[in-house]
T-cell receptor, first 120, second 113 residues
Framework: NAGVMQNPRHLVRRRGQEARLRCSPV?????VYWYRQLPEEGLKFMVY????????ESGMPKERFSAEFPKEGPSILRIQQVVRGDSAAYFC??????????????????FGPGTRLTVL | ELKVEQNPLFLSMQEGKNYTIYCNYS?????LYWYRQDPGKSLESLFV???NGAVKQEGRLMASLDTKARLSTLHITAAVHDLSATYFC?????????????WGAGTKLIIKP
């Protein structure tokens, strides 16, 4: 069983370029979460998506950042016109059930290996 | 502001010793997670604590939850080098009509042979 897959694992961009981060959830999972981690810090929630639907984007910066999870294919986190402050590790997680189905472990999140973005 | 505070943030200890990591949170929650992260790696789920008084153990690690005190502890017994990692607690908390995981800053644990 493949776990959550993210690619690329490492991404280097110059200021002003676009970064596209991909996440393939665990097979059968239809819920995806994106987090950002700065060095020596915990994770910060960015966005929660279900296929073809954004459930909660309250942690996403209003500009330059967007996310999607199409019916087919991976979830994409897109950062336009990157700046040095965007340098971080971006983690994707997936879960099998709707976030509000509050069963015992219905919303346990499984994390991918992360994409480490460096903006020069 | 919702806060999850871990302490200590850094811990260096000898093999064979016992120690406890603390996770305090500032809001009502009925669910708390502990994760482990090795350098440059992803996060591995260790424990999910679902109710007041919950205690879970796996090997040399034991986690507990006191929802009234808004405190969780991760206790390490007779530490071994393989437990060196950064440990995060995360609290499931209602945000408007949603739930979000709010993360502590992590405790970097170094266990010396």
């Amino acid at each position: 069983n493949a776990g959550v897959m993210q690619n690329p694992r490492h991404l280097v961009r110059r200021r002003g370029q676009e970064a596209r981060l991909r996440c393939s959830p665990v097979k059968g999972h239809s819920h995806v979460y994106w987090y950002r981690q700065l060095p020596e810090e915990g994770l910060k929630f960015m966005v929660y998506l279900q296929k073809e639907n954004i459930i909660d984007e309250s942690g996403m910066p209003k500009e330059r950042f967007s996310a999607e999870f199409p019916k087919e294919g991976p979830s994409i986190l897109r950062i336009q016109q990157v700046v040095r402050g965007d340098s971080a590790a971006y983690f994707c997680a997936s879960s099998p059930q709707f976030r509000y189905a509050r069963g015992p472990l219905s919303d346990e999140q499984f994390f991918g290996p992360g994409t480490r973005l460096t903006v020069l | 502001e919702l806060k999850v505070e871990q302490n200590p943030l850094f811990l260096s200890m000898q093999e064979g010793k016992n120690y406890t990591i603390y996770c305090n949170y500032s809001t009502t929650s009925d669910r708390l997670y502990w994760y482990r992260q090795d350098p440059g790696k992803s996060l591995e789920s260790l424990f999910v604590l679902l109710s007041n008084g919950a205690v879970k153990q796996e090997g040399r690690l034991m986690a507990s939850l006191d929802t009234k005190a808004r405190l969780s502890t991760l206790h390490i017994t007779a530490a071994v080098h393989d437990l060196s990692a950064t440990y995060f607690c995360a609290v499931d908390t209602p945000m408007d009509s949603n739930y979000q995981l709010i993360w502590g800053a992590g405790t970097k644990l170094i266990i010396k042979p």
